[in-house]
């Protein structure tokens, strides 16, 4: 039977609010009256971002950078390490950098030539070094950077660090979790800390905005049908074991999302101005912007600033995974990420957060990948897979500018660290993922058991 185009965009909206999202305790650990007698949405009080870069990244261009003037050619049968920055592109420096900004400070941090102006953050940031991922496959790099736990080959374990963040907190927002383009776990928390999960911003646009698009099945009648009709013996077995009722209650968060509107919170191209003002903050001068770095960057802003969200996990930028070409296409790709990453700062800094300062002072960023490149270069050009890793912790309940850990002066090896201070140790240990993972939930003072390991207890504020 066709439906009537009008009545059936409803119908749709009811269904992907019943169907789509079942099981979707996903949109607030309360009630969600308690949610919709609250449509004035709050920022969470902590937030939490995961950016990653995807590929495995070149740390010899990124935040483990070496003097090309002492790891020369010359001596590349010693060092193993050739720093390859004779760049074809001059927005790229051939030494690392050190910024120093005026009523900052001098940095103690030395940054690769693909950081660009993100680097003037040294002062919210540490860099820890050295890190020993323990595999060189793509997946279980990333899972394991995802989860603080090795994989089973390549089998994720355990919860995403976000998960973990909405499983503890129950924060009041209407969608706890997002995760662009990026794998999430939920190992036994209940549904209200799942990550909502979306390719790019259009799924996301689809996704909390009302369908015009009817459908015309069996099924939508079934549920049609269902809704209103006198519980039966039959469909109380089935409230019983749980699924009615959630049923119902998935179907009444998404109406009320979709009430909501959340998704013009999302439409870059809306024509106000406030949409214009994030337009020119972000650089997105076209619809072909939105879905780029610094677009992922704004809707990553946009979601805490808005309180729709506690936590994002975002998949910002790719092309790393160079092993043919030259240093200079692998540099650009990294660019981009760091240059949506200065928008996206930036903004944090400048935007108050209604329980005092700004935005930063309330959000906490991890910046990472599966793994690193190699410290030579290939005979194509390009480097391949390395163990050795680093990555940026910065931002809320954290240190700042300081590296911790370190790696090797030969072939850039995971160094042996004292994992109290991360001063090189032969008697001390590797910083693995789980380290990292552990920092950030201690930096919320969540619990961090799940990690079987201590925190790296120098970097907490």
Known sequence: MKKNPETSAGRRSFLKAGAGFLGATLFGGMPFRSFAATAALRPADRCFVFVYFSGGWDQL??????????????????????????????????????????????????????VGDFANHYDLMTVVRGINMTTLAHEEGMRYFITGKRPIGAAARGSSTATEVVGQMSPAVPIPSIAMNVESYNEGYPGSANALRVNNRNDLLLTLGKTKVPLDSEMEKHLLDLNGQPITCEAAAYGAGGVGKTYATSREQMQQVLSSGLDTAFDFGFNDQEHADLRGAYNLTSTA??????????????????????????????????HFGTQTSHAINQRSGFDALNLLVKDLRNSPHPSGGNFMDHT??????????????????????????????????LKNNQVFGRSGNVAMTPAVVDLRTGVSDPNGSNILPEHIIATVLASAKLDYSITRVQPLQSLLA
């Open 61 to 114: 261009l990124a935040f483990d950078p070496r003097d090309p003037a002492e790891f020369t050619a010359e001596r590349v049968s010693e060092t193993r390490i050739l720093p390859g920055y004779s760049f074809t592109d001059a927005r790229f420096p051939s030494q690392p950098i050190r910024p120093d900004v005026a009523g900052r400070g001098r940095s103690n941090i030395d940054f690769g030539p693909a």
């Open 364 to 397: 906490t960023i991890m910046v990472y990948s599966e793994f690193s490149r190699t410290p030579l270069i290939n005979a194509s050009s390009g480097r391949d897979h390395h163990l050795t890793n680093s990555c940026l912790l910065m931002g809320a309940g």
């Open 289 to 322: 912007s939105y879905d780029q770095p610094a677009g992922r960057a704004a809707l990553v802003a946009t979601a805490l600033k808005k309180g729709i969200s506690q936590c994002v996990s975002i998949n910002l930028v790719g092309g790393l995974d160079t």
